[in-house]
């Protein structure tokens, strides 16, 4: 009865830090979408003093966020995120629009995508 019991203990704790993990994903990449919407709306108003201010802040919330995802994350995804924050910062730098906005909506897809890949599925056991 004891190790049944304990069992119990220990799935329920497994499946509670999926859930938690799984949620603090989903509100660190809802909040970096949200800063980089903001950002590419003053790219598209051309404000580029504050985009870069912007890039800026989402390069600062992205290293505060993300200091723990490399316990459950795949490296190669995170390297492939910072690899596209830093083409971001280049492209605001230089004041071209095109390829900001286009580097921007890629890198809301890798974080998008950060969450549904680490979500307890059918779809994700399988």
Do not use: C
């Given at each position: 009865?004891r190790?049944?019991?304990?069992?119990?203990?220990?799935?329920i704790?497994i499946l509670g830090?999926?859930?938690?993990t799984n949620h603090?994903l989903?509100?660190?990449t809802d909040?970096?979408t949200k800063?980089?919407n903001?950002?590419?709306s003053?790219?598209?108003q051309?404000?580029?003093?504050t985009?870069?201010?912007r890039t800026?802040?989402?390069?600062?919330n992205w290293?505060?966020?993300?200091?723990?995802?490399?316990v459950f994350l795949d490296?190669?995804?995170m390297?492939?995120?910072?690899?596209s924050?830093?083409?971001?910062?280049?492209y605001v730098?230089?004041h071209?629009?095109?390829l900001?906005?286009g580097?921007l909506?890629?890198?809301?897809?890798?974080?998008?995508?950060?969450p549904?890949k680490?979500?307890?599925?059918?779809k994700?056991?399988?």
């Amino acid at each position: 009865m004891r190790l049944l019991l304990s069992l119990l203990i220990i799935l329920i704790g497994i499946l509670g830090m999926g859930v938690w993990t799984n949620h603090s994903l989903q509100s660190s990449t809802d909040q970096l979408t949200k800063e980089i919407n903001l950002l590419i709306s003053e790219i598209e108003q051309e404000g580029w003093d504050t985009a870069l201010k912007r890039t800026a802040a989402v390069e600062k919330n992205w290293a505060d966020s993300a200091r723990w995802w490399p316990v459950f994350l795949d490296h190669q995804e995170m390297d492939n995120i910072e690899f596209s924050m830093a083409k971001v910062k280049a492209y605001v730098g230089n004041h071209n629009q095109a390829l900001a906005l286009g580097q921007l909506e890629e890198l809301k897809l890798m974080l998008r995508h950060i969450p549904e890949k680490e979500a307890l599925s059918i779809k994700n056991i399988l």
